[in-house]
């Protein structure tokens, strides 16, 4: 097997609120650390992905996990989904509470390999069976959302990473959208629209409108687009236009491709993002 230079990629959510932009590119920093420590420790790209949105879920600045926004009921209620491109193996929860770290569940679904995706108080019933931690939902919830509820804040978390044996994994986890009905669903939790990975092409993970993504599928759709125009970062602006054009929504995605390039784009006025690769000193924080 042809030995690769690994790559990561990591996202903040499109629509982050700018407010407080130094423990954004804090918080953005430990998620890149933690997935370039499991790259550059031998690890797989899950490992990484899973390391770097489980940073971004525990960290409450962030619309994923601790932090997540609020439904209209004033709980929190996550979807988050993971993808392995070589098998194309994955695993997804959708409107599941008191999980402190919806990506790992997906992760253990994933592993499982009986189903893909669980939601609601069966997504619960999967986390006590495959030992993930629990919490107390309460425990999700902070003050910043109690009194942002009212008003619209957007964002996802996620990650793209390409090991040294040629393994593109994405990852993505979300809050949802501010203010969202109980057991709404978004893109977030749908493989093929917020999440997609093959590593014979690349991987990636969206964030923004989730009705919107999910009406042009935008994660494999960007992947197409890839396979066409062969550029990460053209591939990604082309991507973008489709979900705001034929979409009619908002957003963001992170790319990577079975080389280690990276692309990104969003429609948003912020949307933080996170790159490493052997070489850089530290991780870079292009917003």
């Not at 790992?104 to 939601?119: C, N, P, V």
């Not at 989730?210 to 970062?233: C, F, H, M, N, Q």
Request: proline share 4%.
């Amino acid at each position: 097997m042809t030995s690769r230079v690994p790559a990561l990629i990591v996202h903040g959510g499109a629509g982050a609120d700018p407010g407080g932009r130094d423990e954004l590119r804090s918080g953005m920093r430990e998620a890149v650390a933690a997935g370039w420590r499991a790259l550059a420790g031998g690890g797989s790209a899950l490992d990484a992905v899973e390391a770097s949105v489980r940073s971004l879920e525990d960290h409450p600045r962030f619309n994923a996990g601790r932090g997540s926004v609020l439904t209209s009921e004033g709980t929190v209620e996550n979807d988050a989904s993971i993808m392995e491109g070589d098998m194309l193996r994955n695993g997804a929860v959708a409107a599941v509470s008191g999980v402190r770290n919806p990506i790992t569940l997906a992760r253990r679904i994933m592993e499982d390999g009986r189903h893909s995706l669980f939601a609601g108080p069966g997504a619960l019933d999967r986390a006590r069976a495959l030992g993930v931690e629990l919490c107390d939902p309460a425990e999700l919830i902070t003050e910043h959302q109690r009194r942002r509820l009212a008003a619209l804040q957007a964002g996802t978390v996620g990650a793209v990473a390409l090991d040294r044996f040629g393994t593109i994994a994405a990852a993505t986890s979300t809050g949802g959208t501010s203010g969202k009905l109980p057991g709404r669903v978004g893109d977030s939790a749908l493989v093929g629209c917020g999440t997609y990975a093959e590593s014979t092409l690349g991987g990636v993970s969206c964030t923004g409108d989730g009705e919107a993504i999910i009406r042009v599928t935008l994660a494999r759709r960007s992947l197409e687009i890839l396979k066409t125009v062969g550029d990460p970062s053209h591939a990604a602006e082309v991507a973008l236009s489709v979900l705001v054009e034929e979409g009619r929504g908002q957003g963001g995605l992170i790319l990577v491709d079975w080389r280690g390039r990276m692309g990104w784009a969003r429609s948003t006025v912020l949307m933080p993002v996170g790159l490493m690769s052997p070489g850089r000193g530290e991780p870079e924080l292009p917003f």
